[in-house]
Each structure stands twice: as structure tokens, then as C-alpha cells.
């Protein structure tokens, strides 16, 4: 299944399509971002719907009459593969993981976003397949536990490596951005979302303006700092403090101790998605890597 898209660092700013391309759909959660994942809360809705292409809900599933569905489109597109699924998910066999990157390699033409939370099977799989340059790759990092994800990227030779810190869950310390070209920060919609503490997504903008690494900030998500309304709205109000924690009410003014933001949840539209006044999109360029002797 293909489609255009809505997502927002999806969208190609050469004037190319944005799309997505899910050979695989269906995958099972392994870390806090899995949480009130977007695609499995679309893919339920039709379970058991016959002859729907989610019938079977977001079970794992291959779809090898997808394979060379980008071979067949002419005008070139920025292609986010397997937006409903895991490329490096246990259950997809190495060789349908082949057969897909043997079609990024052939379609040339387009440019081929592929997203994992694996690193492990990334990590291990990584010096067999082929890297061309039309091939970006990247993984999910949404507190601090996981930065050690950019460390398995690292020693993937894709001309574009990048990070997707969506939904960002805390702060993300200790995060080394060397030899990463991209980093995207967006926070939490849907209806359980968890709010994004405003210095969390300065932190990393600062970072990467530091280390001259591309910055895209997709969006707030369901809640929105106060300062940042016109106006005052109704919308359920969250107190977190820098490390991600709640509170019932701000503390009396002049109190030590952790920083703390309001956030109001307005929904994913009215938050939008400016950060200090303005919109962030940046997009990286693609570098010649070797691979790794192996």
C-alpha cells in the first residue's frame, strides 16, 4: 500500500512527493514510544473488516506484492518506508529485508526514509545490505534510556543517518549527535498523548545548531505551552517539571528545584508546530560513507 502523506519531514522540499511504501505492516511494542502508537490505533479500527487491508488488525504481515510498487512511479518521490510497521521488526525474514533494499537500490529516482526502534538487528544486519546514497536511515529515540540507539546508527554507512525523537518522552542527556546528519523532534497527539516539556526540544535544537546537524521540529503534539497561546483557551491544563514528572500546581515562585512548564491541551492542530516564533525545517545532505570492514 502507498499513499501521499501528511508527515510533515516526509515532504520533499526539492518539490519531489512526499509518500509512504508498507511492504510490511502490523508490529508489537518494545519501548515507552510504543505506547499510544498512531499506526496500530489505525489499524485496529478494522480488524476483522473483510477484504480490508488492516482485516487482520495490526498483526504482523508481508506484503510481497508491494515490493515493487516504487519501481512503478516515475516522478521522484521522499519515500517514508514501512510507516505502519518495523522494517528490522524479529518477524520480517533477513531476506524480505534484502528484497526491499535490492528495490530502494534499483529506484534510484527516489529517496527511501527508513525508520526502526531494532538497532540490535540494524546493528547486525547492516554490513550486508547495500547503502546507496537514495537511502536514509534512522532510529527512534524517546527518553534517555535509549540513546544508545545513535550509537548502533553510527556504524551504519547510510549517506544520511537521522534521528526521530517522536514522541519525545524526557530529556534526551547523554545523547551524542557525531556522525548524525538529521534529528527530528516532535511531541505526543492522540487522545493519551504525554506532554513535551518545552526545554526538551530546545535542548536538542541548541544541539544541533552547536554541532551543525539538520533540525526539524514536526510538532507539539496535543498540548502546547501556555506562553504560547494568543489567548486563553479551555483544554485540560499539565505541570511537568524538566525531568517529566507531574504536579498538581506550579510551586510558589522562588522555590529551588526542577523547572517547570504549563501546557494546555488544545490538539494537535491548534498546538502547531512553532518553536520560539517560528518553524524549523531543515533537511540534511546526503554524505558518501564506507562501510565498516567487516
Avoid at 33 to 57: D, I, N, S, W
Avoid at 87 to 110: R, S, Y
Avoid at 238 to 252: C, K, N, Q, T, Y
Wanted: proline letters at 9%; a positive charge.
Amino acid at each position: 500500500m502507498s499513499a501521499s502523506t501528511t508527515i510533515e519531514w516526509t515532504r520533499d522540499p526539492t518539490g519531489g512527493v512526499g509518500a509512504t511504501w508498507n511492504p510490511v505492516t502490523g508490529c508489537s511494542k518494545i519501548s515507552p514510544g510504543c505506547a499510544h502508537c498512531y499506526a496500530e490505533t489505525l489499524a485496529e479500527r478494522f480488524r476483522g473488516v473483510p477484504g480490508h487491508p488492516y482485516a487482520q488488525g495490526f498483526d504482523l504481515r508481508l506484503w510481497r506484492d508491494r515490493l515493487a510498487l516504487p519501481l512503478s512511479w516515475r516522478r521522484p518521490r521522499l519515500v517514508f518506508v514501512n510507516s505502519m510497521s518495523d522494517l528490522f521488526h524479529p518477524g520480517v525474514p533477513d531476506d524480505f529485508i534484502a528484497d526491499v533494499f535490492d528495490v530502494m537500490v534499483e529506484a534510484q529516482q527516489h529517496r527511501f526514509q527508513v525508520l526502526t526502534k531494532r538497532h540490535e538487528r540494524l546493528s547486525a544486519m547492516a554490513p550486508g545490505l547495500p547503502w546507496p546514497t537514495n537511502v536514509w536511515m534512522g532510529v527512534s529515540i524517546e527518553n534517555r534510556r535509549f540513546v544508545h540507539r545513535a550509537d548502533a546508527l553510527r556504524q551504519v554507512p547510510a549517506a544520511v543517518r537521522f534521528i526521530s525523537a517522536e514522541p519525545l518522552l524526557g530529556p534526551l542527556n547523554g545523547l551524542d549527535l557525531d556522525g548524525i546528519d538529521w534529528l527530528i523532534v516532535g511531541g505526543e497527539s492522540g487522545r493519551r498523548a504525554r506532554p513535551m516539556h518545552p526545554a526538551w526540544a530546545r535542548q536538542l535544537r541548541d544541539r544541533c545548531r552547536e554541532r551543525n546537524v539538520a533540525f526539524f521540529f514536526k510538532q507539539w503534539g496535543a498540548h502546547v505551552p501556555d506562553d504560547q497561546l494568543d489567548e486563553p483557551v479551555a483544554g485540560t491544563l499539565a505541570i511537568i517539571d524538566v525531568g517529566g514528572r507531574s504536579r498538581s500546581r506550579l510551586p510558589s515562585p522562588g522555590v529551588p528545584g526542577a523547572q517547570f512548564a504549563r501546557l494546555r491541551r488544545v490538539g494537535k492542530g491548534r498546538a502547531g508546530r512553532l518553536l520560539d516564533g517560528r518553524t524549523w525545517d531543515e533537511y540534511p545532505q546526503a554524505r558518501e560513507r564506507v562501510p565498516a570492514p567487516r
